[in-house]
T-cell receptor, first 113, second 113 residues
Framework: DVKVTQSSRYLVKRTGEKVFLECVQDMDHENMFWYRQDPGLGLRLIYFSYDVKMKEKGDIPEGYSVSREKKERFSLILESASTNQTSMYLC????????????FGQGTRLTVV | GENVEQHPSTLSVQEGDSAVIKCTYSDSASNYFPWYKQELGKRPQLIIDIRSNVGEKKDQRIAVTLNKTAKHFSLHITETQPEDSAVYFCAASIDNYGQNFVFGPGTRLSVLP
């Protein structure tokens, strides 16, 4: 059973803080993704990675960065948190190959005050 | 870039009735279309997918149809049950590997007993 684990279920941070969201998968998947989920907007891709130390911008990368130093771990970094980054953040992973299933973490609900 | 629209945003049906959710996409190069189900408080999970060389796919009570010419695809759920109540997301691939997607905004399905 694939497990994608996000470090926190709920987080409250102050404006301007640097925030780290961690994601770990245990199935040796090559691909990892960070999405944010907002009502009425669905899932929007922030960053993705197809390999260790590799990263690509998604649709809404502004204000975020990522790090993938190990295959199983993909970190999302909010350099200076702002209130408009209050959202649900979902990590996902998938194995290499055409049209493989994305497995999601349980999500981190981040509130920036 | 790809844009995925999804209708309706909310849908209520009586238990036992059928439910249909429709999505349209803009990029004719998209070739892989997964559907994800997200129950309240849980992570999204893949329920069915379809590739562009197939017009219809069925898995028990759920089916997906694809019309490449019109650039739309639909999810059909027959004999709905209370456990079908969830938010459903359609998605369209935006790369040649079926790994990266644009998601629709979601449909909240409520199955009334």
């Amino acid at each position: 059973d694939v497990k994608v684990t996000q470090s926190s279920r709920y987080l409250v941070k102050r404006t301007g803080e640097k925030v780290f969201l961690e994601c770990v998968q245990d199935m040796d998947h090559e691909n990892m993704f960070w999405y944010r989920q907002d009502p009425g907007l669905g899932l929007r891709l922030i960053y993705f990675s197809y390999d260790v130390k590799m990263k690509e911008k998604g649709d809404i990368p502004e204000g975020y960065s990522v790090s993938r130093e190990k295959k199983e771990r993909f970190s999302l970094i909010l350099e200076s948190a702002s209130t408009n980054q209050t959202s649900m953040y979902l990590c996902a992973s998938s194995r290499d190959g055409w049209g493989t299933e994305a497995f999601f973490g349980q999500g981190t609900r981040l509130t920036v005050v | 870039g790809e844009n995925v629209e999804q209708h309706p945003s909310t849908l209520s049906v009586q238990e036992g009735d059928s439910a249909v959710i429709k999505c349209t996409y803009s990029d004719s190069a998209s070739n892989y279309f997964p559907w994800y189900k997200q129950e309240l408080g849980k992570r999204p999970q893949l329920i069915i997918d379809i590739r562009s060389n197939v017009g219809e796919k069925k898995d028990q009570r759920i089916a997906v149809t694809l019309n490449k010419t019109a650039k739309h695809f639909s999810l059909h759920i027959t004999e709905t049950q209370p456990e079908d109540s969830a938010v459903y997301f359609c998605a369209a691939s935006i790369d040649n590997y079926g790994q990266n997607f644009v998601f629709g905004p979601g449909t909240r399905l409520s199955v009334l007993p």
